[in-house]
């Protein structure tokens, strides 16, 4: 009696496990939850605990990590100097002729920073050397020593870098100000080449002429600054249109005559 309970199968009964169930067991492994799936906030900060915290929020932080690599990227600024000789010559040749007053509807399509990067560097090379050939020049006639002087390097490069770059600026937030709209990037193109006449002036008044010297400078001065004005006047609309073209004309025309004051006296 005991025999017959002890071997009769016992897979069948209800309840039982069978050997196979154990095998399956151990053969699972779990698998990781999908990128979209909701994730536990960390257990810190005083709402610890609330809301669910998801992946996406990584790829955030990285699009805007993105943008600021990009104003830092020297690739961002390829397409402000994406012009050709015909075209800058164009350009330098309207800047000489300022009654026209048509240099924004020359670069609308295509505003260029050649202007403010390459004609202001040509320019303090030109006041730093040509500079000291007019100090020699005039020094010639006396028994005084004559030694190159750096400091023009100085002066010409913080007088002409910080004009090119903060009075554009400052006339860019001043007429965003007064309501109307504004390019900055067509500011710094037009006050670029706006230099351009004084870098010609430059190489004019190293004759040890003292009148000539100052017709030169009131020529390149009034040729600069009418360029700069006129231009603004086709391109700014408002009642206060006579303050931004003064101040335009005299920042500009005081440009000249510090060149001339400082490199050529």
């Not at 600026?169 to 230099?195: D, E, H, K, P, Q």
């Not at 931004?244 to 920042?251: D, E, G, H, M, Q």
Request: hydrophobic fraction near 45%.
């Amino acid at each position: 009696m005991d025999d017959s309970y002890t071997n009769f199968p016992t897979s069948h009964l209800v309840g039982s496990v069978p050997a196979v169930v154990t095998e399956e067991k151990n053969s699972y492994k779990p698998q990781a939850p999908a990128a979209n799936s909701p994730i536990l906030p960390p257990n810190n900060g005083p709402n610890a605990g609330r809301g669910y915290q998801t992946l996406g929020g990584e790829g955030d932080g990285q699009q805007s990590t993105n943008r600021w690599n990009g104003v830092f990227s020297v690739s961002s600024y390829t397409e402000y100097f994406n012009v050709d000789t015909d075209l800058v010559l164009n350009r330098l040749m309207s800047s000489l002729n300022p009654t026209t007053g048509d240099f924004f509807s020359k670069i609308d399509a295509n505003p260029d920073l050649y202007g403010l990067v390459w004609i202001s560097t040509t320019l303090v090379f030109v006041l730093s050397s040509i500079g000291n050939c007019a100090t020699y020049l005039m020094q010639s006639d006396s028994n005084s020593s004559w030694n190159f002087d750096v400091n023009y390097v100085n002066v010409a490069a913080c007088s002409v870098y910080g004009y090119a770059l903060l009075v554009p600026l400052g006339f860019y937030f001043l007429i965003r100000y007064m309501g109307t709209s504004a390019s900055l990037i067509r500011f710094w193109c037009l006050w670029g080449y706006s230099l351009f006449v004084l870098v010609l002036s430059s190489f004019l008044l190293i004759i040890p002429v003292e009148f000539l010297r100052w017709t030169i400078t009131i020529a390149a001065a009034t040729t600069s600054a009418s360029f700069v004005a006129l231009n603004l006047r086709t391109y700014v609309q408002s009642d206060d249109l006579m303050i931004i073209l003064v101040a335009s004309f005299a920042l500009q025309a005081a440009l000249t005559i510090f060149i001339k004051m400082w490199f050529f006296s």
